[in-house]
């Protein structure tokens, strides 16, 4: 029990110098304002009321800093403000703004430390608390862990109704009218015999009051957008092929360019011969990059087939280079001097496994790509003096300081412009494409340059998902759950992800158990342990990072102890659960899927739970085993984000996060010879097609406490769902991912 | 080599076989359609020559015979053509990148198939990729501009 309390206390460092922080000297700057970013650009006849509302003679230019990859944070985030500002959304320029301390992220910071969102006592909310301390005392610019919603929900809405009062106080001091007798209207002052001030007429006015602080925030009976359905900002742009994406940035001048690393990780290059590229058409130069070549060209499909004309001499990788290597080292690691966690321990495991009919299974999940459609891609130029960056990116502060180190330039003098992404699923917490980028800027100075990965660079350069190994050992007594042991061994995303960006990892990796640890169950005996591998290739945070894969690991087992025990899943899972939201979104999936009425021969239906990013969700997923394979027919979903602020992007979300979760459990996994990925592009990573998805039923639920993401917590459910489905269906059970491996799908 | 590329004719200076994609992008600036994969397994870089769902990063610039349509010729955000209108009435767009493929995809294909069935349309579509995967939308809004077109 020593080293369990040694971690314990260790893993609350991070909270409590946080905590430190705030109390002796923090406490000034956490309350203090942040000073505006805006201010600093601004032109003359423009205002900029708070961080996040601009305001000039063409128009108001909401600022939401939350990055956009396809969730729809912008148009969301644009929606708050202007439910306050009482303004339509669509009238407005939406903008992420630059990178800012101000625009921190205080909720993101919980997720890596050991409390469970069902948890409200004095040490989690401390502890929540000490988060956002340090989100904003680091200027954590950062998006990811669902946060947006959660972080923004006050905040935006606040800025928008300062900002109001504020234009308020304006038309007061225009019209020598009082406060009680003007109101708002649709990007208008309204006076008492129903004249209109338009906003924009009000900016020069406002610029010279100090923002109104005093403001109450209206009444959720009176929002005109919020909970109702919305209308993406960008819908109309992403329909016409009219929005700039990153690898859609065009400057006079630009020049086009690809780089090629080491396809072996991190083997780095030995020497290279560019003589065949530097003859190819349009080819200006050949450059020598970190681990590899980039080629500058007048397009980009010419920078694409020089590269591949470069003759390179690569080093061997120094990882453990083939995957079933990696598996033995993983399971190797389930050893008490690799023990990462043990933040679940109830009862006495040991005690009631002792002697008992032990049920015992292992299961393993693969290394995962990210592979959003969009390949990684920026645009950069560099002066003697600044460096401006153009790209998808959810940490545009990461980058300027990882930037700065490469440069020498101030972080002042590097601008990170925020463009929309293609798809992310966590891959743009990464720089390194920006990187590179930089590196070939620094070899080509005044000259904007536009480099994208070929494909197969995307694919066998990302940083995967970790693989992992799991192991249940389970007892039942009298036709319940008695004990439920699941140890859980993989290696450590915060310790690979941080050390990129020059962060620190301290303490237990809690996504080693994220999804699994913190599962509102009262299992009398019931331990979840966490063990950490050393570190092989690098890894990163994927759609719902350590739950991705642990939502499967312990829903497959509570599937396999229920059917030991004898009992309903559904209905074991209600017994057993004691978190009143997640009962109720469990019991909305049993109601909707109809859940133990018969389905016919041949059929069945699979249940999983997981509670993830605060979010309790429910899926039943139903199959047909027909005589070409698995065809999904159905999934139902229920999940609760304490107040859905829009239904149709909710429904998006969480289709999507089910599709996502389905299609890589059915067929996706990336392996490795001699450091190198095997899978090289979409034809060998496929996922879920069009002819594959089923008809997907989702219910939004509202009985949570907070206001919560829905980005990534549809993902872990799907694959224990479907795997729990095929074992109805055929009595096969799959205790391996990616399920292909076992059965067909049709 | 010329090219006509939404009603307008350019002269090119490329290599026979440039991907069409390329031409479009870098040589002509249209960014509607996209590189995802570069092998025709994703359809993010459709584009209709002769009303003619293509994939344009396997179609040699020298091998185009007829009138390319790219995202931006089939309709605008003042004039849009039905296809783009139910993707948009359905809320169909995630992070969006694979959109243009998917409504140049569609638009072609319910040029040539009115009144599809569920079967059909899930055969003519799933050859588009979506990572986000919005997919049950794109089925809905496929069905949905089918209705809209027989109307026009």
Redesign the interface.
């Known amino acids: 029990m020593g080293r369990v309390k040694t971690i314990a206390r260790r893993s609350f460092l991070i909270g409590s110098a946080a905590i430190a922080g705030g109390v002796a000297f923090g406490t000034y700057l956490y309350k203090r304002e942040g000073e505006n970013p805006l201010l600093a650009d601004l032109k003359p006849g423009e205002t900029a009321i708070t961080p996040y509302v601009r305001i000039d003679a063409q128009g108001i230019t909401l600022i939401t800093p939350r990055a956009?990859?396809?969730?729809?944070a912008w148009s969301m985030q644009a929606h708050l403000i202007a439910e306050e500002l009482d303004i339509d959304p669509a009238t407005a320029t939406v903008s992420p703004g630059p990178a800012s301390a101000i625009y921190y992220n205080g909720v993101v910071g919980a997720e890596a430390m050991p409390i469970a969102a069902t948890s409200d006592t004095l040490l989690a909310r401390t502890g929540r608390g000490a988060a956002d301390v340090m989100g904003k005392l680091m200027g954590l610019h950062i998006t990811g862990g669902s946060s947006t919603v959660p972080d923004m929900y006050d905040r935006l809405r606040m800025a928008g109704a300062v900002a109001r009062e504020t234009l308020i106080r304006a038309a007061m001091k225009q019209t020598g009218l009082p406060r009680d007798q003007l109101s708002t209207e649709n990007g208008h002052v309204v006076l008492p015999d129903g004249s209109k001030i338009d906003y924009l007429d009000l900016a020069v006015a406002a610029a010279d009051i100090d923002p109104v602080q005093d403001v109450a925030l209206r009444d959720p009976s009176q929002w005109r957008y919020l909970t109702k359905p919305q209308?993406?900002t960008?819908?109309?742009?992403?329909?016409?092929?009219?929005?700039?994406?990153g690898?859609?940035m065009?400057m006079d001048g630009m020049v086009?360019a690809t780089t090629r690393t080491n396809p072996a990780m991190g083997g780095g290059i030995i020497g290279f011969d560019a003589a065949a590229a530097q003859a190819m058409?349009g080819v200006r130069s050949v450059l020598p990059i970190t681990g590899g070549i980039a080629v500058v060209a007048?397009?980009?499909?010419?920078a694409?087939q020089a590269a591949q004309a470069v003759d390179c001499d690569w080093g061997p990788s120094p990882y453990i280079g083939n995957t079933a290597d990696q598996f033995d080292a993983v399971a190797a690691s389930m050893t008490d001097d690799h023990q990462d966690s043990r933040f679940k321990d109830e009862g006495d495991v040991t005690a009631a496994l002792d002697g008992a009919d032990v049920i015992e299974a292992e299961y393993r999940i693969p290394y995962l790509a990210h592979?959003?459609?969009?390949?990684m891609s920026v645009v950069v130029k560099m002066t003697r003096t600044r460096l401006d960056i153009w790209t998808g990116t959810q940490i545009p502060r990461f980058v300027q300081a990882n930037m700065g180190k490469l440069t020498g330039l101030d972080a002042d003098n590097i601008h990170v412009h925020v463009l929309?992404?293609?798809?992310?699923?966590g891959r743009r917490l990464e720089d390194d494409y920006v990187a590179q980028a930089v590196e070939i800027a620094l070899q080509l100075r005044d000259t904007p340059i536009k480099m994208?990965w070929?494909?197969e660079e995307d694919f066998t350069h990302d940083f995967s998902r970790p693989l992992a190994i799991a192991r249940g050992r389970g007892a039942v007594k009298s036709g319940a759950l008695d004990a439920f042991d699941l140890s859980i061994a993989a290696p450590s995303v915060a310790e690979s992800s941080l050390a990129r960006l020059g962060q620190p990892a301290i303490g237990p990796d809690v996504a080693i158990v994220a999804g699994a640890w913190d599962q509102p169950f009262a299992i009398p005996n019931y331990r979840v342990t966490g063990y950490r591998t050393p570190a092989m290739v690098p890894i990163s945070s994927w759609r719902s990072v350590g739950a991705s894969g642990n939502g499967f690991l312990h829903e497959s087992f509570m599937d396999e102890m229920c059917h030991a025990a004898g009992v309903d899943p559904l209905e074991e899972r209600l017994r057993l659960c004691w978190h009143a939201p997640s009962r109720k979104v469990l019991e909305a999936v049993g109601e909707m899927s109809d859940w133990g009425s018969d389905l016919g021969p041949n059929r069945g239906r699979g249940l999983a739970f997981t509670l993830a990013f605060g979010v309790p969700v429910a899926q039943v997923v139903e199959v047909t085993n027909t005589d070409r394979g698995i065809r999904i027919d159905k999934v139902f979903v229920a999940a609760d984000v304490g107040r859905v602020l829009d239904p149709?992007?909710f429904e998006?979300?969480v289709?999507?996060?089910?599709?996502?979760g389905l299609?890589h459990a059915m067929n996706c996994e990336m392996t490795y010879v001699d450091g190198a990925a095997q899978q090289d592009?979409?034809?060998a990573y496929e996922?879920?097609?069009?002819?594959q998805?089923p008809?997907?039923m989702v219910r939004g639920l509202e009985n949570g406490d907070k206001i919560r993401g829905i980005g990534e917590p549809g993902v872990p459910p799907a694959a224990p769902a479907l795997a729990n489905a095929i074992f109805a269906a055929t009595g096969q059970r799959i205790r391996e991912l990616p399920l292909s491996k076992s059965v067909d799908f049709v | 080599m010329k090219l006509t590329v939404n009603g307008e004719t350019h002269d090119v200076d490329v290599e026979y076989d440039m991907p069409l994609l390329w031409v479009l992008r870098d040589e002509l600036g249209i960014t509607g359609p996209k590189y995802g994969c570069g092998i025709a397994q994703c359809g993010a870089c459709t584009v209709h020559v002769d009303g003619v769902a293509v994939r344009s990063c396997q179609l040699a610039a020298g091998d185009v015979i007829g009138d390319v349509t790219t995202i931006e010729g089939l309709g605008t955000p003042s004039a849009l053509h039905a296809v783009q209108e139910a993707w948009i009435d359905l809320q169909v767009a995630q992070c969006g990148y694979c959109q243009a493929g998917q409504i140049m995809q569609a638009a072609s294909f319910l040029d040539m198939n009115s009144e599809p069935t569920d079967a059909q349309i899930d055969a003519a579509m799933s050859g588009n990729l979506c990572r986000c995967g919005s997919y049950p939308r794109i089925r809905d809004a496929v069905k949905l501009a089918a209705i809209k077109l027989r109307r026009v």
């Open positions: 956009d990859v396809g969730q729809g209308k993406r960008d819908m109309v742009a992403k329909s016409t092929g009219t929005l700039t994406y690898i859609d065009v086009y058409r007048d397009n980009t499909w010419r694409f592979a959003p459609l969009e390949p929309m992404s293609g798809g992310s699923f994208i070929q494909r149709v992007n998006a979300q289709q999507g996060g089910v599709i996502f299609g592009n979409y034809h996922g879920m097609r069009l002819y998805t008809e997907i």
